[in-house]
């Protein structure tokens, strides 16, 4: 474990802003192995509160283990990962609680299937932030409305679309005021045509200021609402930049090779 990783300069990033307080979520030195395979190496990330940060990379080169050792869905190795200044934490009601600071939005939506739509948003808010149920009904339509599914609240989610069931699952994520939001590949499970309903809910959420990690292949996503690219290619951060650079000059032949695949296909 080290403490004193080397840390890359970020060309156009936040490096000149002073380590401080609005670092929301720091990895240092992380490194993660599925048996021999190093899935995660020295990984150094910080990410700034209200920073939207996109990751790209090829298929399995870490980006959702990257994802999931930020809420421990996955323990780690060696390093530390810090949430708003605090170590995550093992085990029992304080990781309960971490989880539920990092709102997770995966590829497939995970609703639970036999609770209603106005359930899935209100039950976190009950069991793990001790809401009363009024109060988190109220919000629970509240946010539905806002992800523009409030009229579909009694449904099951076998019955709504799928950028319906993605809706509904950032709404339930933000239902528990999360720090973090963390999405990986929200819509590559989705039909072209609803694709669109779940990024202008995320670029609506950016623009609010919530601070994102986002796994994606829309580049168009990345280019308009990200402040930053993070590639990554082989368990490793390999370039990092704004996406005007990223994508008009990537430094590393990975890059290039990467962007020339998805871009022109
Ligand atoms: N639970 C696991 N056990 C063993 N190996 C795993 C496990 N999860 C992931 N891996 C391996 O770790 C590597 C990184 O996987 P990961 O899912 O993080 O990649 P990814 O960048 O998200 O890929 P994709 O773009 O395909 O989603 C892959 O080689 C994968 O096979
Ligand atoms: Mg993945």
Redesign the pocket.
Known sequence: MSGESVSQPVPGGPEDTPHAADDLVVLSGVNKH??A?H?LQDIDLTISRGEVVVVI????????????TINRL?SIDSGSITIDGKPLPAEGKELARLRSDVGMVFQSFNLFAHKTVLENVMLGQIKVRKTEKKAAETKARALLDRVGVGTQADKYPAQLSGGQQQRVAIARALAMDPKVMLF??PTSALDPEMINEVLEVMQQLARDGMTMVV?THEMGFARSAANRVVF?AD?RIVEQATPEEFFSNPRSDRAKDFLSKILHH
């Open positions: 599925f048996g395979l899935v990379g090829p298929s399995g080169s870490g980006k959702s283990t990257l994802c999931r996955e990986d590949e796994v990554m368990g």
